[in-house]
């Protein structure tokens, strides 16, 4: 045995045993290796590792769909003790079946956990950072990275007793709820929100008894102005420091890329992944907290608000100075007009935003009065969005860098609910 398994067999309690993951389950496979016949009103989605996202199978706009006769032809034996790991590609995302209409492929695995294992024990065990790694490291393929069937079948995971397995499984998942209510009501808020900005800016619904006038956009309501984009902000690119990898470091100035943005569903971003050396600021802009940026590349007219200092590449744009409209208003603003700037964008495989495309933007700006009225309604709901995100933001790091701990044996249950009470207590 190397050392590392050693360490593992010391820190292990003598009450828990070592386990195969094919041990613990009844079925192991992976999903269709080729492509079923689509069909656009079929009720069965073809579903991958991408649709795997905060332990749920998620729809996309753009996910396929199969009808009946492909979904049983291709159906796999999935039921209530599923769980879903992608392997190919983008490796660890992690889901259960809830009874879903979905055709698997190729790039998500499934197993069915025994009976006499706690399944949400297992699902916690396989979103730990340990297991990512262990999934890095034993990928192959040198552009899409693959893990076999075979390096799952054989992976150890080290169980307690089944009460243990229990308790561990309540006290993580009640973390994880806590982060899910708090996604839920930042959506709610965040489509609040951007109701109430098509029906004062879009439709004019509070403006409908009031004279109109003839723009450039069409009637708008008098005492509103139609102006160029770049009347009222100030527009600018990132830039990077090249080559790149010879400036990426493990610590120094935050590296914002486009993954960290569309990593998450917030508007808000505290963190980002990645660092490069201080050096790279020369060749960098550095984005202070309280800012918008948009992204021009790769995903583009993607809008995000920073709060805390980061360097961004040139594929973000920022604004260094913003006369009209609060970065609340623009956030809602560039979601609105999103799709309209794509379709102005230009590149063979990825779209690309450029800054005169956004320049030349055409926008409603309302009297400043009735602006300061929309932002007075809308900030606190972005302030709870924050809030709510800044707390997952805690959350999300107590939990990974204790649950490899707890799933392990190397905390136990009692040290781990004095671990989560000074985290809290501290935040």
């Known amino acids: 045995m190397d050392s590392g398994y050693n360490k593992i067999l010391q820190l292990m309690p003598k009450n828990w045993k070592i386990y195969k993951l094919e041990e613990l389950t009844t079925k192991l496979g992976d999903g269709l290796h080729g492509t079923p016949k689509y069909s656009l009103d079929g009720e069965y989605y ?9 332990g749920k199978i998620e729809i996309k706009e753009n996910t396929k769909r199969v009808d009946k006769a492909q979904y049983l032809k291709y159906q796999k034996p999935l039921n209530d003790r599923t769980i879903f790991v992608s392997i190919n590609g983008t490796l660890g995302n992690v889901a259960t079946y809830n009874n879903e209409k979905v055709v698997l492929g190729k790039s998500a695995c499934y197993f069915n956990i025994n009976d006499n294992v706690d399944k949400v024990f297992i699902k916690q065990f396989v979103s730990s950072p340990d297991f990512k790694y262990f999934l890095e490291c034993n990928a192959t393929g040198s552009v899409i990275k693959n893990i076999s069937l075979k390096s799952m079948r ?53 403006f409908q008894e009031g004279e109109f006038i003839d723009s450039e956009l069409g009637l708008i309501p008098k005492g509103w102005e139609v102006r160029r984009l770049e009347e009222i902000i100030e527009i600018k690119r990132g830039g990077s420091p090249r080559p790149i990898k010879d400036f990426i470091a493990d610590e120094g100035l935050h590296w914002l890329k486009i993954s960290d943005a569309t990593a998450s569903n917030s508007p ?24 918008i940026i948009l992204s021009n590349s790769a995903t583009p007219g993607l809008p995000r608000l920073i709060e805390f200092h980061t360097c961004i590449h040139d594929g973000w744009l920022h604004f260094p100075k913003i006369n009209r409209f609060n970065r609340y208003i623009l956030y809602l603003l560039f979601l609105d007009i999103k799709e309209h700037l794509i379709q102005q964008g230009n590149g063979s495989v990825f779209t690309n935003l450029k800054t005169d495309i956004l320049k030349s933007q055409l926008i409603k700006l309302p009297p ?19 809030s709510n995100t800044k707390e997952n933001h805690t959350l ?32």
Request: glycine share 4%; no cysteine.
């Open 368 to 386: 400043i009065e009735l602006e300061q009225t929309f932002t007075n309604q809308i900030t606190p709901w972005f302030e709870k969005i924050k």
């Open 46 to 54: 073809f579903i991958n590792g991408n649709n795997l996202t905060n």
């Open 396 to 427: 999300t790091k107590l939990r990974d860098t204790l649950l490899p701990k707890l799933v392990s044996g190397e905390v136990r249950l009692k040290e781990f609910r004095e671990g989560i009470d000074a985290e809290i207590n501290s935040a």
């Open 154 to 206: 054989e992976y150890e995971i080290q169980l307690p007793p089944l009460p243990e397995q229990t308790q561990i499984a309540k006290i993580l998942s009640a973390i994880d709820d806590k982060i899910e209510n708090n996604l839920a009501i930042n959506k709610t808020l965040e489509d609040m929100a951007m109701a109430l900005y098509k029906h004062w800016f879009v439709d004019f619904g509070p």
């Open 268 to 291: 808000f971003l505290y963190t980002t992944k990645e660092y490069i050396k201080i050096e790279g600021l020369r060749k960098t802009i550095l984005i202070k907290p309280n800012s």
